[in-house]
């Protein structure tokens, strides 16, 4: 099978008088093939599923950049929030489409038995998370192809490579992408891993436009850095953000990424977000309703064509997993609202009907 199963029933507690999102999404059928999920997609299509969401439940690829294991747990956290929310006319429910989670469970454990401290261990994670970008490739690119936008939820940043590099095939084209981080991911090409996503895109021909949003100066070596300035990116700093404000800063560059052309990937790393449980935790980041409004804005673009979340570990809470579940949970799920939109005159919309029919 392409996609683990996970019977939604289990994810959310239903209330008598209340419709749960669990219970009204459509979910992928059980494929076991690239023939099967191909056709799968194009009947989603059909029934009118316009955005597909997905689940990478790994932490090679941290791991594999010398940090810590934790995100193959963030999908499950946000799971069981997002299934819990409740369906009404301020969400089009019947545009989802519910992918599950990719088979990659052989990959971690695998991983788990690596010690990143021996080099030639260390290597073999390199070669696992290669592993997992080829079979991300294959179940991205027919969905990108379809027409779907796509929400990625990690895992580590070194699923932006195969995002980025199966919305370029699908699309014949180069692309762009903008990434709320604190970290460029722009390090060497020294086997793949959560750090180098980007510059390996880049190195591939297909990452053409990129912008860091809230790096941090202090925390990127002098060779990413250089190597981001060589290609021609560009960020603004968080230190920057400090200084001048979010709201000048923000509104310029969406104003450059409203101008572009290229399919567009919005990135987010989890660790950008003040106090978020993540592989690299921060206290010194923007605020969620910040990285909610930097999703939602960007989201309206025509060009738009995904969201991935990266880097979320319930499991690095300093208060343990349960409450990095409820924390990670909630920001995932935010984030994806953000991103799919939100019709916030519904129930007006809805009352003034009423008062024209009687």
């Known amino acids: 099978m392409l996609f683990e199963a996970l019977p939604?029933?289990?994810?959310?507690?239903?209330r008598s008088g209340e419709t749960r999102l669990g219970q009204v999404l459509t979910w992928l059928p059980p494929v076991a093939d690239i023939p099967?999920?191909?056709?799968?997609?194009?009947?989603?299509?059909?029934?009118?599923q316009r955005i597909a969401i997905i689940g990478v439940p790994e932490g090679i690829g941290p791991r594999a950049n010398l940090g810590r294991g934790g995100a193959e747990h963030g999908f499950h956290a946000a799971l069981k929030s997002w299934l819990n929310l409740q369906a009404n006319a301020h969400l089009a429910t019947d545009q989802i489409l519910m992918l599950g989670a990719l088979a990659c469970d052989d990959l971690q454990q695998q991983a788990n038995q690596l010690e990143v401290t021996e080099p030639s261990q260390l290597a073999?994670?390199?070669?696992?998370?290669?592993?997992?970008?080829?079979?991300?490739?294959?179940v991205l690119t027919p969905l990108f192809?379809?027409?779907?936008?796509?929400?990625?939820?990690?895992?580590?940043?070194?699923?932006?490579?195969?995002?980025?590099?199966s919305l370029a095939t699908a699309k014949a084209s180069p692309v762009a992408a903008i990434n709320l981080d604190p970290h460029a991911d722009f390090r060497a090409l020294e086997g793949r891993h959560s750090g180098n996503g980007f510059s390996y895109a880049h190195a591939a021909g297909v990452l053409q436009h990129y912008h860091v949003m809230g790096l941090h100066l202090a925390k990127n070596n002098a060779a990413s850095l250089q190597a981001l300035t060589a290609a021609g990116f560009s960020y603004s700093s968080i230190q920057a953000i400090y200084q001048h404000g979010w709201q000048p800063l923000w509104s310029a560059q969406l104003a450059q990424q409203a101008?572009?052309?290229?399919?567009?990937?919005?990135?987010?790393?989890?660790?950008?977000?003040?106090?978020?449980?993540?592989?690299?935790?921060?206290?010194?980041?923007?605020?969620?309703?910040?990285?909610?409004?930097?999703?939602?804005?960007?989201?309206?673009?025509?060009?738009?064509?995904?969201?991935?979340?990266?880097?979320?570990a319930p499991s690095l809470h300093p208060a343990?997993?349960?409450v990095g579940d409820m924390v990670c949970g909630q920001l995932l799920s935010e984030l994806m609202l953000a991103f799919i939109g939100v019709d916030l005159d519904a129930s007006n919309h809805a009352t003034a009907a009423g008062q024209t029919d009687s």
């Open 36 to 48: 099967a999920y191909n056709k799968a997609l194009a009947h989603a299509w059909q029934q009118g």
């Open 124 to 138: 073999q994670l390199r070669q696992l998370c290669a592993e997992l970008d080829s079979r991300l490739s294959a």
């Open 145 to 165: 192809s379809q027409g779907f936008r796509v929400i990625l939820i990690g895992g580590g940043h070194n699923n932006a490579y195969p995002l980025l590099q």
């Open 320 to 322: 343990g997993q349960a």
């Open 259 to 312: 101008q572009g052309q290229l399919p567009l990937g919005i990135e987010v790393d989890i660790d950008a977000i003040q106090g978020a449980p993540a592989s690299a935790i921060n206290y010194l980041g923007v605020s969620a309703a910040q990285a909610c409004q930097f999703v939602a804005q960007l989201a309206q673009l025509p060009h738009a064509a995904y969201l991935h979340l990266a880097e979320a």
């Open 8 to 14: 939604a029933a289990t994810w959310f507690t239903p």
